[in-house]
């Protein structure tokens, strides 16, 4: 490749690359993230579990579909109380998943398809079967005491008002020592001290193992969680104007969470980031609704992460004026130069197929049009590319605690269901007469195989989504310049693409403005590029839940 010429976003596995600085950097900005829960990704061995060799025998199928990188959820050694988000060992892998070489292998055949592995890093808490925790309540003067949260009880029962995610309270007795533990999570999920150096030194040390063994980054569970109120002060009760997820937990957590220190741990891991070639990307799961502190992740008077998750976004209602306001706001409320990310789908909060779309293969093609054209970073869930649905998980077939603690509310386990690859016998996800750890969705006509074979299937429009992305047509990091906006139709500008999406199950027109380049149409035939573009001028009808994306003819 000449220094002068034109680079696209095309794949590049040249390293380094021979344009210096290379203008694919950094790799994440307009990329496409895919998250795969391993567990429920591809079964190699017949036990019913997927695993990392099975995300190795799906890599040709990502190269395929046009993503830039995969997130692994959890990959470490765990006892499975939360799958993985209870780490025992931050070192290793855990034996149903693989091994080291397995993932070593896996971040290789990946470099060589052009896609980066990226891991799940989960710092507020640890299992407590993590040696850490096992040494802290072994005695109060063990030396790693003091990497958990302590404190007496008060007036005969827990320290303060705190909840865990479940609702109940947040303290576990210890009562060896007459003391309690702090567990934002489940009692098995014992949260790490951040007030002491040394959790700083050995997170920075486990840091550095994965990222010199190749690893493109993390995502970063609870992210905005990691500090406590070094004071333990009560949590408030939420206000009429704090957002349905806030009023949900019956505390607002000002004290328990979200505490302002945690910017400080996010300037030092950029640092440690950014000191790698090529570069290393730090993804923050930011459960955090006020688009202003949200934007604060990413630093404002020196660099933070990378990325981080916007959840007003991912919990919003599926209509064109509460998705536009959000879009706005959040491009206004990040530093100059971030990356917007946008996803809809993931492990804990269901897929937007069902929760936004109702499970409409149409409504669900314009949501992809969406994510797809907006600009910044997109995440798609596994399965996301199918229109895979939320499942009905029968009580006795549940395996996550955290919803069985959770009775009345939506089990996590209803989108992690295996992945759908064929209609053979279970859908092609293990061996047939083995059954799967969780059971299948209906995968009839919801799968790879068949999907791929069909021109206006959901996986031919996001194949044809994606190469428009990599093309640089559609998702670039670039302003956006909002057209039109009524209760049902919305239409924006980014570069020189205009996406017009009616979200409504009624008809809707939109008057393109000049002469364009239709690229594709949700509610068309065939996906393919050839077939479905042609010069366009004039009144755009659109049908119930129908996306269009035309280039403007600059």
Known sequence: MDSTEPCSREPC??????????????????ATIYQIYVRSWRDSNGDGIGDLPGVI??????????????????TMPSPNTDYGYDVSDYFGVHPELGTLDDLDRLVSEARQRDIAVMLDMVPNHSSDQHPWFLDARSAEDSPHRDYYVWAAPRDGGPPNNWVDAT????????EAS??????????????????????????????????????????IDVAHGLYKDAQLRDDPAPGPDDHPAVQARRRKQVYSSHRPEVHGLYRRWRQIADGYSPQRALLGETWEFDIQKFGDFYGRTA???????????VMSPFRARDLSEIVEGT???????????WTASNHDVGRFPSRWCGNDDRATKAALVMLATLPGTLVLYYGDELGMTDVEVPPGRQRDEMSIAQPNRPSRDRCRTPMQWSNDANAGFTTPGTEPWLPLGDYSSTNVATQRAGPASVLSLWRQLSQLRRQGLIGAVSALEH??????????????????????????????PGASRLLLRTQASTYDLQASTGDFEGELRLGP?????LAITP
């Open 331 to 341: 491009l206004a409320a990040l530093p100059p130069g971030a990356t917007a990310v």
């Open 57 to 74: 025998e799906g890599l040709d199928y990502l190269q395929w579909t046009g993503v830039d990188a995969i997130w692994l959820s959890p």
């Open 303 to 313: 660099p933070e992460l990378h990325m981080a998750f916007n959840f007003t976004f």
């Open 178 to 219: 007459n003391q309690y533990y702090l567990h934002n999570f489940l009692p098995t999920q014992p949260d790490l001290n951040w007030w002491d150096d040394r959790v700083h030194s050995e997170f920075e040390h486990i840091l550095n193992f994965w990222l010199g063994r190749g690893i493109a980054g993390f995502r």
């Open 167 to 174: 609702g109940k309270e947040a303290w576990t007795l210890d």
């Open 545 to 549: 839940w129908e996306a269009a994306v």
């Open 13 to 30: 596995s040249r390293e380094p690359c021979p344009r210096e600085p290379c203008p694919r950097e950094p790799w994440w900005s307009g």
């Open 483 to 512: 057209l039109h906006l009524d209760d049902n139709l919305w239409a924006y500008r980014v570069g020189n693409a205009l996406s017009v999406l009616n979200l409504h199950d009624v008809n809707a027109t939109y008057e393109v």
